[in-house]
């Protein structure tokens, strides 16, 4: 099982050669691609060859290329995840509106539990008004539970003048981590053979990954507490290094200890399964002890 996130910093180039990515700067490192599992490209001063391209594919390895400024700004998404891609597509445009709005629902429920939990954990009054809007969540949360939610918990985690909208080192980490978030389970989203523009709530026309975007929802909370811990003046490598962690980090999930990598190969199965047999008690929510 894949495990390593592989981050290339500085000037490089990378080639496939007999099973392994071979990275040459002053001196030649060798990875064996069944080893990776998500490669982040931080650098634009790296070239990478068609073949190498081609096999972290193949392997399904998730590969994240970042700006100038070195944030995340695309990927590598494969046009064909699974053997029965077609067959998987054809069930996700099948879904009904009904068991898309009651997933999402089950969904928003658990990331302001999840929400809750990190504030209860932090001794912050305001989880008892969290799990107050988790009991007044209509069908679809049509009275915004959730963005009410949020506006209390950022609050609480990070202090009354706090916005998602300012410009500062919180807010860069919490995009980065949530980038590698999303990055995470659009891999799982094709490896399972479904596309990601297909979502459940999010309908944005222009947003590619809206699917995505939907279910990594619970798992928010998990950059959260990372961030609340650095509580970062500056964003740069070292900072970095520091979010990408919580990929390696411990939950429980379906009865056993997974790091959250494979939580979320777990979780995003379960959902799947959850959208084709209409029953959203098959989904599968980690928990953490925070």
């Given amino acids: 099982m894949s495990w390593r ?49 081609s096999e972290l594919t193949k392997k399904k390895v998730k590969v994240i290329f970042c700006d100038e400024k070195r944030q995340p700004s695309s990927e590598l998404i494969p046009y064909y995840g699974s053997h029965d891609t077609s067959i998987k597509v054809k069930k996700q445009i099948g879904w009904t509106d009904d068991i898309k709005t009651a997933v999402w629902t089950e ?32 069908f679809g949360d049509a009275t915004n539970r959730e963005g009410h939610a949020a506006k209390v918990y950022f609050n609480a985690l ?24 999303l990055s995470a389970f659009n891999r799982e989203i094709t490896a399972n053979g479904y596309i990601t523009q297909l979502g459940l709530f999010h309908d944005n026309m222009f947003n590619q990954f809206n699917l995505g975007s939907d279910i990594m929802e619970p798992f928010r909370p998990i950059v959260d507490n990372m961030v609340r811990i650095m509580m970062p003046e500056k964003f740069e490598h070292e ?23 494979n939580a979320i190969k777990i979780y995003c199965r379960s959902i799947f399964d959850a ?6 008690s098959l989904i599968k929510f980690y928990k953490n002890e925070l």
């Fill in 158 to 181: 990070f202090g009354m003048e706090f916005t998602r909208t300012a410009e500062n080192s919180i807010n860069a980490a919490l995009n980065y981590g949530y980038g590698i978030l």
């Fill in 107 to 138: 969904i928003v429920s658990e990331k302001i539990r999840k929400q809750a939990e990190l504030l209860e954990q932090r001794q912050l009054s305001e989880a008892n008004m969290l799990y107050q809007y988790i009991k007044e969540i209509e």
């Fill in 239 to 261: 900072e970095k290094m520091k979010v990408l962690k919580i990929l390696q980090d411990e939950v429980n999930i379906a009865g056993r200890k997974e790091y959250v990598n």
């Fill in 275 to 280: 959208l084709n047999d209409n029953d959203t």
């Fill in 5 to 53: 996130t592989v981050v290339i910093s500085n000037s490089a180039k990378l080639d496939y050669q007999l099973g392994f990515m071979v990275i040459r700067r002053d001196d030649v490192v060798k990875i064996h691609l069944s080893e990776i599992s998500i490669l982040i490209i931080e650098t634009t001063a790296v070239s990478l060859t068609a073949a190498l391209l």
